[in-house]
């Protein structure tokens, strides 16, 4: 298909169809061009310039029900199109596929999300808020929560939000705790915050949908990556850049050591990348100099026990 479906494209069709006159050059692209190939479009002069029209309304119904499922029925997938919510860009229409398949037949004339959300972890349990109903996330070892309605999704205030890179970390968290733990006690000291729940949430599957759950709540973030450069790029592009301060990298206390005894060949690879790279949030400088100064990187699955 070597066209775009939109909203306009579907009205153009449809007044063409109703026996409207429009403007040539409102009748441009490769579907226009087909159906003036089909004799289904003819060009009328009109003053300096000349239009498009239909002879036959229902002949060219006809024609395209049968070159795109999407074009079955005109006017109910322009109300499709126009009136069902809004794709992560707020500009391009889409509709749930149970609505493109009961009014088209087809429930992929248009790309959707199917399955938004992301995954939640924990190693002790957790009373939370999805949908107005409360629950507890507490997954067995080697299982996962699936959160898809993340808009209505909520913790308390005083938790943790750990977000894991790689998949491995976020399987292996309870082997992790010493981790985690000691990182609260270096940032938080004394307080409230050294004994908080923690949960964690997977980068993966990769979409804006973490971020703007983060931004709608009011929870402390903790980014957990590599301890490379491109780690750091990721935290401060993706989640500091627009959660600010609430945001925080997760720095180990043995940093110096793990990245003294790291792998030079990832360096190598993201040095000419990253080498300009920008850190907003000052409080990882001294990881880049750590990284700059030994020419290597860590790979976070060498926190797992």
Not at 279 to 299: N, T
């Amino acid at each position: 298909m070597a066209y775009t479906i939109t909203t306009s494209l579907l009205n153009r069709l449809i007044a063409l169809a109703k026996g409207a006159e429009l403007s040539s050059s409102d009748c441009k692209g490769t579907i226009f061009n087909e159906l003036v190939q089909e004799g289904l479009l003819i060009t009328i002069p009109k003053g300096r310039g000349s239009c498009c029209k239909a002879p036959n309304g229902k002949a060219l119904r006809v024609y395209l029900a049968t070159r795109d499922d999407a074009f079955k029925d005109l006017e109910k997938t322009e109300a499709i199109y126009r009136e069902i919510s809004c794709s992560e860009d707020g500009a391009t229409p889409f509709a749930p596929r149970n609505i493109q398949a009961s009014t088209t037949g087809n429930s992929k004339i248009r790309k959707t999300r199917s399955c938004k959300g992301f995954l939640v972890n924990c190693y002790e349990p957790i009373l939370v808020s999805l949908n107005e109903k409360k629950f507890e996330i507490n997954p067995p070892e080697g299982s996962f929560v699936f959160i898809a309605d993340y808009e209505s999704f909520f913790i308390p205030e005083n938790v943790i939000v750990v977000g894991v890179e790689n998949m491995e970390n976020f399987r292996y968290i309870s082997r992790q705790q010493k981790l985690f733990q000691d990182y609260l006690i270096k940032c938080f000291g004394d307080s409230n915050y050294t004994h908080a729940s923690l949960l964690f949430v997977s980068r993966y599957p990769q979409s804006s949908d973490l971020v703007k759950w983060l931004q709608n709540s009011k929870n402390l973030y903790i980014h957990f990556g590599d301890l490379d450069l491109a780690g750091i790029n990721i935290y401060l592009t993706e989640f500091f850049a627009r959660i600010g301060d609430r945001a925080s990298f997760l720095i180990p206390p043995d940093a110096d050591s793990r990245i003294a005894n790291g792998c030079r060949e990832r360096y190598d690879d993201q040095i000419l990348k990253f080498e300009k790279m920008k850190v907003a949030d000052k409080r990882v400088q001294p990881l880049v100099d750590l990284i700059r100064k030994y020419h290597k990187g860590y790979d976070q699955e060498g926190f797992i026990d």
